[in-house]
């Protein structure tokens, strides 16, 4: 399976970016996908995801309400839609997947993953 990341970009405080995962090799509705990002000098952190089972999605409490999470099962991509963005979300953004369905915050238990994409977020 290969996850394929892109979107990111340089925008100011309280732009927006949507961010998108083609999946090949498996289909986007059958893994639970998620969204992590690191910044420099910190661990990777869990962004969003969204599950395989019932489409039900989770964030980061700093995300909630500015970020969402979809997906468009026929052209097998997943994809983040970033609003209202600050500095602090400044990161490479990476998409994930998960057989299993429950998506869980920890980036080592997930199965697959992608490249990465940065996001920077300044004036």
């Known amino acids: 399976v290969q996850l394929q990341a892109s979107g990111g970009g340089l925008v100011q405080p309280g732009g927006s970016l949507r961010l998108s995962c083609v999946a090949s090799?498996?289909?986007?509705?059958?893994?639970?996908m998620g969204w992590f990002r690191q910044a420099p000098g910190k661990d990777r952190e869990f962004v969003a995801s969204?599950?395989?089972?019932?489409?039900?999605?989770h964030y980061l409490d700093s995300v909630k309400g500015r970020f969402t999470i979809s997906r468009d099962n026929a052209k097998n991509t997943v994809y983040l839609q970033m609003n209202s963005l600050k500095p602090e979300d400044t990161a490479v953004y990476h998409c994930?997947?998960?057989?299993?369905?429950?998506?869980?915050?920890?980036?080592?238990?997930?199965?697959?993953w992608g490249q990465g994409t940065q996001v920077t977020v300044s004036s």
């Open positions: 090799g498996r289909t986007v509705s059958s893994l639970t």
């Open positions: 969204i599950r395989s089972d019932t489409y039900t999605t």
């Open positions: 994930a997947g998960d057989t299993s369905p429950y998506g869980s915050i920890w980036a080592e238990t997930w199965d697959y």
